[in-house]
């Protein structure tokens, strides 16, 4: 016969919004990659609903709220996380934005370093080391994507 033991759980108020977080905007780039991990690392199955979880998140971010009903979307165990992911990153570039601590920047970028960069992706995903070759291109070609003066 088993025992039944207790512990203590953590659970969370819903109904209610966090306030008055301080958040350093390096998170945006970290929420990025681990977003672009998290994309690689799945199944080719998942990485392949990616555009249309996309979509869905669009449908569900031009919702309504006071409309009082909810949006029509159903969201698998992939794309819920990767919304979290993709909602969290929005809300923190929409933070920074508005505060005035977003700046954007003009960037060169070598087309031909470009071409080569896609056609080494297409290729990487067509025989399965899309993850290897993106590795690989990101140590590459990293240092060529510079601001303008």
Request: aromatic share 8%.
């Amino acid at each position: 016969m088993s025992d039944t033991r207790k512990r203590n759980v953590t659970t969370y108020d819903y109904e209610k919004n966090l306030t008055d977080l301080t958040v350093n905007p390096s998170f945006i780039n970290g929420l990025e990659t681990v977003t672009s991990l998290y994309i690689l690392n799945s199944s080719e199955e998942d990485q392949l609903k990616v555009p249309d979880a996309m979509q869905k998140f669009i449908k569900i971010a031009n919702h309504n709220p006071e409309s009082g009903e909810l949006p029509k979307v159903e969201l698998d165990n992939y794309e819920q996380s990767l919304y979290i992911l993709f909602s969290l990153t929005n809300y923190f570039k929409y933070e920074a934005e508005k505060q005035g601590i977003a700046t954007t920047k003009e960037v060169e970028i070598n087309t031909d370093d470009l071409e080569t960069m896609q056609k080494a992706l297409s290729e990487a995903s067509d025989n399965g080391n899309l993850m290897e070759t993106m590795q690989e291109l990101a140590k590459t070609f990293g240092d060529s994507i510079k601001p303008s003066s």
